[in-house]
């Protein structure tokens, strides 16, 4: 069966330090990855979205990046976080019809971040 | 670009009645998908139903079923028999025909807040 693992669930980290996110999908092969941030009371606004290993999009400028270094591996970082970089983060992966998948996501269960 | 637009901020409804949600959306696509997700106080993003552009038949699924008005670009959510588990943010969604990984990214409203009273 197909399965996202996403950690850590939750995470406080001072202002200035580094931060890694960590994505992982079982099951399935050549995803299509992506990064949301959800903040507080709204939508969900899509980061980073990746069609293969080391192919990375980015939607919003920002202060994170992110990469693939594994077909099934997806990573959110930033070298130093920003007080506006708060919120809840969400992986989550699709398959394309046209690769044998029904276009529809599958998401990981968050990680909260505050940034304090 | 697209934009999805979810007006009601809030929403409340009595067990066991009848609540419909409001999306519209705005695009120059002819063929895409639209989606409701559910996002429970556990923040995990449930699929609750999802309609493809080019079918004029309604999705339902169980108790949710969709009202999908292409040419006004409006696509509600209707939950049925509504339950205390159905406490939770919606989000209606659009998405692209994804030929490829480019078009198939999500874009979401702003959400629902819907409450279901005992």
């Known amino acids: 069966s197909q399965t996202i693992h996403q950690w850590p669930a939750t995470l406080v980290q001072p202002v200035g330090s580094p931060l890694s996110l960590e994505c992982t999908v079982e099951?399935?092969?050549?995803?299509?990855l992506y990064w949301y941030r959800q903040a507080a009371g709204r939508g969900l606004q899509l980061l980073f979205y990746?069609?293969?290993?080391?192919?990375i999009s980015s939607e919003v400028p920002q202060n994170l990046s992110a990469s693939r270094p594994q077909d099934r591996q997806f990573i959110l970082s930033s070298k130093k976080l920003l007080l506006s970089d708060s919120g809840f983060y969400l992986c989550a992966w699709s398959v394309a019809p046209a690769a044998g998948g029904d276009g529809g996501y599958t998401f990981g269960s968050g990680t909260r971040l505050t940034v304090v | 670009a697209q934009t999805v637009t979810q007006s009601q901020p809030e929403m409340s409804v009595q067990e066991a009645e009848t609540v419909t949600l409001s999306c519209t959306y705005d695009t120059s696509e002819n063929n895409y998908y639209l989606f409701w997700y559910k996002q429970p106080p556990s923040r995990q993003m449930i699929l609750v139903i999802r309609?493809?552009?080019?079918?004029?038949q309604n999705a339902t699924e169980n108790r949710f079923s969709v009202n999908f008005q292409k040419a006004a670009k409006s696509f509600s959510l209707k939950i049925s028999d509504s339950q205390l588990g159905d406490t939770a943010m919606y989000f209606c969604?659009?998405?692209?025909?994804?030929?490829?990984?480019?078009?198939?990214?999500?874009?979401f409203g702003k959400g629902i807040t819907l409450s279901v009273r005992p």
């Open positions: 099951g399935t092969s050549n995803p299509n």
């Open positions: 309609q493809e552009a080019y079918k004029q």
């Open positions: 969604a659009f998405m692209k025909q994804p030929h490829t990984g480019a078009n198939s990214k999500l874009t």
């Open positions: 990746s069609v293969g290993i080391g192919q």
